[in-house]
């Protein structure tokens, strides 16, 4: 089953916070996000796993609740850059490769 | 450094008609996969392949089959091609590790009439 992603949809003025939630009706072991950019592929924003460890390498930061099987994407200070649609991935525990998406938060960002 | 790359990236079909959708990446990953992309419906999970000579269903597997041809190399075909699967592939590569990131291609956009 996909995970759940909220909001749909977000319209921010530049400057402005944003936060997206992913939510897994499945017990969590990871979760990854993604930004894509109309036209283009997903490009790799950050993982959590469980236990706390992150990984990524932009300007965002995320939370993972394990108890709740959530994480949340938090933009903050939003740059027109961040534009594009955000998917959160879950996956299974270590030695399971398999990895699902939801149906992405549209964020658009406005001057 | 091509990282992942599919062909073709643009393709029509008539409903009945079959074709096979090539993926190879050069990052010396063992894990890749077959996502589609419809509007609203966001990465659904085709196939995918943990290591070489090993492939399990995703979410939407019906209709399609792959091949693991080597590490590098990971098909999909479409024996008879249905309006339904109108849509933008995605193929992703990893290294077999639950806490590594999916590198994506291009995508390939293919119409069915």
């Given at each position: 089953q996909q995970p759940v992603q909220s909001p749909q949809a977000v319209i921010l003025r530049e400057g402005e916070d944003a936060v997206i939630n992913c939510s897994s009706s499945k017990a969590l072991y990871s979760v990854h996000w993604y930004r894509q950019k109309h036209g283009e592929a997903p490009v790799f924003l950050m993982i959590l796993l469980k236990g706390g460890e992150q990984k990524g390498h932009e300007k965002i930061s995320a939370s993972f609740n394990e108890k709740k099987q959530q994480s949340s994407l938090y933009l903050t200070?939003?740059?027109?850059?961040?534009?594009g649609t955000y998917f959160c991935g879950t996956g299974g525990q270590r030695g399971n490769e398999k990895l699902t998406f939801g149906t992405g938060t549209r964020l658009t960002i406005i001057p | 450094n091509a990282g992942v790359t599919q062909t073709p990236k643009f393709q029509v079909l008539k409903t009945g008609q079959s074709m096979t959708l090539q993926c190879a990446q050069d990052?010396?990953?063992?894990s890749m996969y077959w996502y589609r992309q419809d509007p609203g419906m966001g990465l659904r999970l085709i196939y995918y392949s943990a290591s070489e000579g090993t492939t399990d269903k995703g979410e939407v597997p019906n209709g399609y089959n792959v091949s693991r041809?080597?590490?590098?190399e990971f098909s999909l075909r479409l024996e008879s091609a249905a309006p339904s699967q109108t849509s933008v592939y995605f193929c992703a590569s990893r290294t077999s590790s639950y806490n590594s990131p999916l590198h994506f291609g291009n995508g390939t956009r293919l119409t069915v009439t």
């Open positions: 200070a939003s740059q027109l850059s961040y534009s | 990052m010396n990953h063992n041809l080597n590490k590098r």
